[in-house]
């Protein structure tokens, strides 16, 4: 299967910017989806963005503007770009994978917090 390992993650002032990465190993012929989760304490997982392998890309209305989700195929990496940042940004950003449909692969998470 497919193992996913984020990086990037740390405090920065409200405004500011952060880059997330996430590297895939394993099976990554087979990964259909690639996207980006985030939970805050008290709040549900939401999606944050997402993009396949035919690189159709979607993000959560809240992100729109302010992150983008590319991707480099040759280093197998898929990024979040983090612009504006906000306090209610702060969260456990997690990597995902989907290679039939089913989010199956997460990588163990990545801090991001977010100061007033």
């Known amino acids: 299967q497919v193992q996913l390992v984020e990086s990037g993650g740390g405090l920065v002032q409200a405004g500011g910017s952060l880059r997330l990465s996430c590297t895939a190993s394993?099976?990554?012929?087979?990964?259909?989806?690639m996207g980006w989760f985030r939970q805050a304490p008290g709040k549900q997982r939401e999606l944050v963005a997402r993009i396949t392998s035919g690189g159709r890309l979607y993000y959560a209305d809240s992100m729109k503007g302010r992150f983008t989700i590319s991707r480099d195929n040759a280093k197998n990496t898929v990024y979040l770009q983090m612009d504006s940042l906000k306090p209610e940004d702060t969260a456990a950003y997690y990597c995902?994978?989907?290679?039939?449909?089913?989010?199956?692969?997460w990588g163990q998470g990545t801090q991001v917090t977010v100061s007033s």
């Open positions: 394993g099976s990554i012929f087979s990964i259909n989806a």
């Open positions: 995902a994978a989907a290679p039939d449909g089913v989010w199956r692969s």
